[in-house]
Nanobody
């Protein structure tokens, strides 16, 4: 069973950058799906970025409009890790961030379907200050 551990959460000033990491334990196949979600108090958890890999060659990446051009998702298969580079952050980026994993291929329209992901990180706080 895959377990995920996140790190990198912190307080960061508006306009700054932060890099979140998520490392998996257990067996990770070449076909897999990773995603980052965010939970803001009083709001539903939202998908921010997803990286879908079909084998070693086919990769699909998608972003929510709210983070497109500012956040970048990447992965390191050897380290069984996924990353979220957050640049030019705003106060609206404050929240609890979760990484998610599924050991299979998702269609692009399912990239932010929480029910398709079977492993979740514990959540990590990111606070953007003025």
């Amino acid at each position: 069973q895959v377990q995920l551990v996140e790190s990198g959460g912190d307080s960061v000033p508006t306009g700054g950058s932060l890099r979140l990491s998520c490392v998996a334990s257990g067996t990770i196949a070449r076909t897999r799906s990773w995603a980052w979600f965010r939970q803001i108090p009083g709001k539903e958890r939202e998908g921010l970025a997803a990286l879908l890999m079909n084998g070693a060659t086919d990769t699909f990446i998608t972003y929510a409009d709210s983070v497109k051009g500012r956040f970048t998702i990447s992965q390191d298969h050897a380290r069984k890790a996924v990353f979220l580079q957050m640049d030019n952050v705003t106060k609206d980026d404050t929240g609890v961030y979760f990484c998610a994993f599924w050991g299979g291929w998702l269609n692009s329209n399912e990239a932010f379907n929480e029910k398709r992901y079977t492993a979740w990180g514990q959540g990590i706080q990111v606070t953007v200050s003025a």
